[in-house]
C-alpha cells in the first residue's frame, strides 16, 4: 500500500457531505489531518500545517470569503434596517449601532469559517503546483 500523500485529506473524510463540511469549517482546523490549527491569527492562512506538514500557505483565498459576506451582509442587513425603521421607528445611531453590532458579530463568527470551508474545498478539487 503507497504513503497517504501529505496532502491530500483521508478518502474517510473526504466525502463528509455539506452539513459535515460547514460544521468542521467551525473548527478551523487542517483540511488534510483536522488536527493541526488552520489559521496563525483571526484570518491569517498559517504557512504550514503544525501536525502534518501540509502546505496551507500555499491554498490561501485572499479576498475571496470576503466577496461572499459583502453578499450577505448587504441582503440581510439593509432589510433588517428597513424592517426596524417602520417597526421601531429607531433614530438613525440606534440603526448604526444595532446594524453595527449584528453586522460585526457575523464577521466576527462566520468568516473564518467560512474562509476555512473555501480552503478545505480548494484542497478536496484543486490542486496547486506544490501538491502532490
Ligand atoms: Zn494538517
Redesign the pocket.
Known amino acids: 500500500m503507497p504513503a497517504a500523500d501529505q496532502n491530500t485529506p483521508a478518502p474517510e473524510e473526504s466525502e463528509g457531505g455539506l452539513l459535515r463540511d460547514i460544521l468542521f469549517s467551525f473548527r478551523k482546523?487542517?483540511?488534510?489531518?483536522?488536527?493541526?490549527q488552520l489559521f496563525s491569527s483571526f484570518l491569517e492562512i498559517a504557512e504550514t500545517?503544525?501536525?502534518?506538514?501540509?502546505k496551507?500557505g500555499d491554498h490561501d483565498i485572499g479576498d475571496g470569503a470576503v466577496v461572499f459576506f459583502i453578499f450577505l451582509l448587504g441582503f440581510s442587513l439593509i432589510p433588517m434596517t428597513w424592517v426596524l425603521d417602520i417597526k421601531f421607528s429607531l433614530p438613525i445611531w440606534g440603526h448604526v449601532l444595532f446594524v453595527g453590532a449584528a453586522g460585526g458579530a457575523i464577521i466576527f463568527f462566520l468568516m473564518p469559517a467560512v474562509k476555512a470551508y473555501i480552503i478545505l474545498l480548494e484542497f478536496r478539487h484543486l490542486r496547486r503546483p506544490g501538491d502532490k
Open positions: 482546523r487542517c483540511p488534510v489531518c483536522r488536527k493541526g500545517c503544525e501536525t502534518c506538514g501540509a496551507l
